[in-house]
């Protein structure tokens, strides 16, 4: 996919960002690495719906439900239903890739933690759906996103230290997440996101974007840094 075809009246539209300045942006700072926004790629593994459970949680009943290609995988993508979500019309939607530093640890070097828990206030009040997928450091693992760490600890950018370890600044394939919404039969979203490439992948599929749902995280000093980096030169909204 070539930068051009990236750019979507209907993601201009709603999130009233010029993708293109961003990628401009992009290029002109990181020139050894293809444009992140141009790195969608299509999923073509033959991902599959392998069960689905009740969850009981602290933000109300959830149906689960694991996707994967093989049932004995340990780390499957997930979605978390809300018990009320009507499917049928326009359901709130938050795409989530795995990390388990701002997920599980509070970790202050990112937001993450702050956006799950805020997107899972927002489906709990609106009945809407949380789709996970483990795609942990943007897509390069758990190790590798520790010794990004270690890059960022002696003056690397969060880009900067995927790209020093030979990966894309953003490896991720947000298609898993259209496929899972298509096997949830859900048509029609609002997007929780600040992401703009979330909403052009949306917007290059038969889902329907209505909005987008912002997430508004105060940084911290700890990630003033990493969030600024996110703001002008991946062109996330903040």
């Known amino acids: 996919m070539n930068y051009e075809t990236c750019l979507t009246k209907s993601a201009a539209k709603v999130i009233k960002f010029s993708l293109l300045e961003s990628k401009n942006t992009y290029k002109k700072h990181y020139p050894q690495a293809n444009c992140y926004l141009c790195n969608t790629k299509k999923n073509e593994t033959l991902l599959r719906r392998q069960v689905k459970a009740n969850l009981p949680t ?6 689960i439900f694991a996707y994967s290609e093989q049932h004995d995988n340990q ?5 978390l239903v809300h018990i009320d979500a009507d499917v049928t019309g326009v359901v709130p939607v938050r795409i989530h890739s795995e990390c388990i530093t701002g997920d599980l640890f509070g970790s202050r070097r ?21 789709i996970y997928l483990r795609q942990e450091g943007r897509g390069i693992g758990l190790i590798n996103k520790l010794e990004a ?11 900067e230290a995927n790209v020093h370890l030979g990966f894309e ?6 298609n898993i997440a259209i496929d899972i919404l298509d096997d949830l039969n859900i048509k029609q979203i609002e997007l929780i996101t600040n992401n703009p490439e979330k909403i052009s992948a949306i917007d290059h599929s038969k889902i329907k974007l209505v909005k987008r749902i912002p997430l508004i995280i105060p940084s911290k000093r700890e990630n003033e840094q990493y969030l600024k980096v996110k703001q002008d030169i991946m062109g996330h909204l903040l």
Request: charged fraction near 20%; aromatic fraction near 12%.
């Open 58 to 63: 602290k933000w109300g009943n959830f149906n």
């Open 75 to 79: 780390q499957p993508h997930i979605a």
């Open 110 to 130: 990112c937001d993450c933690g702050e956006q799950f828990e805020a997107s899972m206030n927002i489906i709990q009040a609106s009945r809407g759906v949380m």
């Open 149 to 159: 760490y270690n890059l960022q600890d002696v003056g690397y950018d969060t880009i």
């Open 169 to 174: 600044p953003d490896e991720r394939d947000f």
